[in-house]
């Protein structure tokens, strides 16, 4: 059947990401917050679709719950930023960008990164949409 249109909806430098961490994913977290294990619970702003597990992009914030790290950090749910993912995804220009682990970055709840430092190298896409995270970043990919 052919498409009768542009179905484009919202921020035109989102389109191409593939979606690489799902939910249940276990990420490691990238800051110096004191956690070192998240699993996923949830991705906020989600368009539910029947019987297809929520996904986040390079970027996008999710909802975990801390799995390892400082024992008051344990079991507590927090929404973090998406910034490694392992699942290749096409950037405009054409290249292909795949990191070696999924990783995360806890934040509060107004959104400032919890920690000071980032380790390891930061994406390209989620440091252009949190500017804050690229001034803790050692690397930008």
Sequence with gaps: MAKRGPK????????????????????KVADNSGATLAKVIGVPHYKAVWRRIPGAAVGDIV??????????LRKQVMRAIVIRQRRPYRRPDGTWVAFED???VIIT??????????????????????????????IIV
Excluded: D, H, Q
């Design 8 to 27: 484009a909806v919202g921020v035109s430098y989102r389109l191409g990401l593939t979606p690489g961490v799902f939910m249940e994913s276990l990420v």
């Design 63 to 72: 909802v975990v719950s801390i799995r390892a790290g400082k024992p008051e």
């Design 102 to 104: 999924n990783a995360v």
């Design 109 to 138: 709840p107004e959104g400032e990164p919890k920690g000071t430092e980032i380790r390891g190298p930061l994406a390209k896409e989620a440091a252009e949409r949190w500017p804050k995270l690229s001034a803790m970043a050692s």
